[in-house]
């Protein structure tokens, strides 16, 4: 073979090999360009009492985007996501608490990593409220591009730290998940951001 | 021509935002009070006194604030005697708009400003200078306390006030405050 033939095939090899590897398409070079478009999922809510020092409950969370379009931006389409756990505390009876100025026992919120470790536990105010108290995890972090759909398990444990002489205590929780994307502006999806929680 | 670069130099280094800050501290003797379901409510005057200026012949008593802690016990098993701490102005303790009051079981940490009146730019001589709060602390449900149990109470104050004078640099200084603390207990009307 010649020099100029191998310097060819030599040519053809690395355009094929690199049309077989590159990146997903984008819509960066579509005339109207992206977009971002931020989610809401549906609220979930729910309370659960807590009577001694050390007893726990686990929320388990499942965040999914669905819907999301074949074509992304270059930037990436899930560009953030969270889910926001607020608690609210009371006593079931006089004084109610939850109100800034009532002494409560603390308890102790631990979301679980995705590696399967744990954060580092959040405490609440010895005299909560009236504001909830608030903890937010991130979500979709590993959303690969080009996706049509991405999930993200989030376990949510809530531990009372003190006992006697507190009294038992109703924790009531509001969850919501967010997510900003990305989205191309020709393409008109319609993505959608849905929350389940399961608890014991 | 020494004395000019000196000045100059000066000059260059300070910071015309630079303090020093005095903080003035003290604090009253530790307190005891028992409530009993007969006994639910006690009150006590603090009164506080500026009987000098402080370095630099500085106002002792403007932004001064006061602290009450405390932490609560109960001789009786199974009952949560919360008691309600109010801690605000001379009188008006019982008033939610002028005093800070919280339901607490087992601590507590009130703040509160301490309004200085009288001659307090010569604290020696005239008006007296002194500031004046109550401290009420009353069981909330006296009747869920069983006859034979108490709840007791230790408590104290602690008072702070900070002056800060234009200086070459940022500092801090921590001095005994000027004043004397006394406590009255109260009875009720």
């Known amino acids: 073979m010649r020099r100029s033939e191998l310097a060819l095939s030599c040519a053809i090899a690395w355009a094929l090999s690199c049309a077989a590897c590159s990146a997903p398409a984008t819509c960066d070079a579509q005339p109207y360009g992206a977009d971002e478009r931020r989610l809401v999922s549906d609220e979930r809510a729910d309370e659960l009492l807590l009577s001694e020092a050390n007893e726990s409950q686990t929320l388990h969370f499942r965040a999914t985007l669905s819907g999301l379009p074949e074509l992304w931006p270059s930037e990436g389409g899930v560009q953030g996501g969270a889910l926001s756990l607020r608690l609210g505390m009371s006593y079931e009876n006089e004084p109610f608490g939850g109100d800034g100025h009532t002494e409560m026992p603390q308890l102790a919120v631990t979301v679980s990593e995705p590696a399967g470790s744990a954060s580092s536990p959040t405490s609440t105010p010895k005299y909560p409220g009236p504001l909830p108290s608030s903890v937010t995890a991130a979500l979709f972090a590993d959303c690969a591009f080009g996706a049509r759909q991405c999930e993200t398990l989030r376990d949510i444990r809530i531990r009372r730290i003190d006992g006697a002489p507190f009294p038992p205590v109703r924790v009531s929780w509001r969850a919501t998940a967010d997510a900003t994307i990305g989205v191309c502006r020709a393409l008109s999806p319609a993505p959608e951001l849905t929350l389940e929680v399961e608890a014991p | ?189």
Not at chain 2, 2 to 13: D, P, R, V, Y
Not at chain 2, 15 to 40: C, K, M, V, W
Not at chain 2, 131 to 154: F, G, H, R, T
């Open chain 2, 1 to 189: 021509m020494m004395i000019i670069a000196s000045a100059a130099a000066l000059l260059a280094t300070s910071d015309p935002n630079s303090y020093h800050r005095y903080i003035f501290e003290a604090a009253s003797d530790g307190q005891r009070t028992t409530l009993t379901q007969s006994a639910p409510h006690a009150r006590y005057l603090l009164r506080v006194r500026a009987t000098a200026l402080g370095p630099e012949e500085v106002d002792t008593t403007s932004g001064a604030s006061a602290t009450a802690h405390g932490t609560i016990s109960t001789s009786a098993e199974g009952v949560s005697p919360f008691v309600r701490v109010r801690f605000g102005a001379s009188g008006q303790a019982s008033n939610t708009v002028s005093s800070d009051a919280v339901s607490a079981l087992t601590t507590f940490q009130l703040s509160r400003p301490l309004r200085f009146t009288g001659n307090c730019s010569e604290p020696d001589q005239g008006t007296p200078c002194q500031a004046e709060l109550d401290l009420s602390l009353e069981l909330e449900q006296p009747s869920s306390l069983p006859a034979d149990a108490s709840v007791s109470i230790e408590w104290s104050v602690d008072l702070e006030s900070t002056v800060s004078k234009v200086a070459e640099k940022d500092s801090d200084e921590s001095l005994a405050a000027p004043w004397t603390i006394e406590l009255f207990p109260l009875t009720e009307p």
